[in-house]
Structure formats: structure tokens, C-alpha cells
């Protein structure tokens, strides 16, 4: 079974489009370390956010699940925390540990996946996989990305260019 392991962003981004049904349709066990319920729901909530009252009740569900890291993997990546927020950290770890997919969008994180031979996939990956199962539109799935950017989802324009090209070829 797929295990997924989430940072903030892909939740904040997915649910500020209206999209937290894909987190819903995402087969495979859903996690988050307590720092990135912390940083998304306990700090978003206080704020008013809208998207982080849906990843609550996406955890009040048992949609994705809050689990505590147990490895040692941030000491051993200790001089990485100037470069990497603790939720990030903490997403490579328990990806480390449970054999999972980190799903995050920061280009450092990703390349810290890499090196440690973590599968790592961002928010665009998991609309991929929804357009490749039906359950979005390509079309869909382009404004989805641009509405995204619109409330401050970061993607380079090259970036951009690759997403389309490839939706394309789905």
C-alpha cells in the first residue's frame, strides 16, 4: 500500500481551490507529522484560514492521519535546518522511516528527497494522477494550477510550461 506523507502546502494549496476531494480519492495511507497540523490547522485556524478548517476535517475524518516521527533521520540532517522548516524535516523523515512518498513543493526539500533516495511528489503529481484517473479534466487541471498560482502558489514559468506540455501528452 502506497503511504503518503504530506507537507503544508500541497494541503493549503489543494483545499484553497476546493480541491480536498482529491486528498479524499488519493489511494494509499495519508500522514503528517504534528509540525505541518501545527504550521496548516493550529496556526491557520487562529488565523481564519478557510483552507485549514478543511484539513482539520480532513484529519477529524481519519482522511490523513497525525502521526509523531520516530526516527533519527532530522538529527542526521541537523545542519539542514537553516535551509528546511522542522514540517519539512519532519515529512523526509517519516517518508524515511515508513517507506513513503513525501509530498512537497519547496525545490530544497525535494532535492534533500533525492539525495536520501525519498520518493518525493508535489501538488501537481497528485493532479496528474487525477487526471490520469478520470476524475479531473486536463482542462481542469490547468485552471486548477493557475487558480492556484493566483492565491499565491509559487511555480516557476518553466515550470509551468513542463506541467502543460505533459498534461498534453496524459
Sequence with gaps: MTIWIFDSSPLIYL???????VLEELEGEKLMPPAVYEQVVSKGTARGDADAFLTERLVEQGVIKVIPVESDFTTRVRGLRTEL???ELDVLALAAEKSGIAVLDESIAREVATVFKIEVHGTLFLLFLMVRGGKLTKDEARDTVNLMIHKGFRLGHEEYLAFVRLLQQL
Design 15 to 21: 483545499n484553497k481551490v476546493g480541491l480536498a476531494w
Design 85 to 87: 522548516h522542522e514540517g
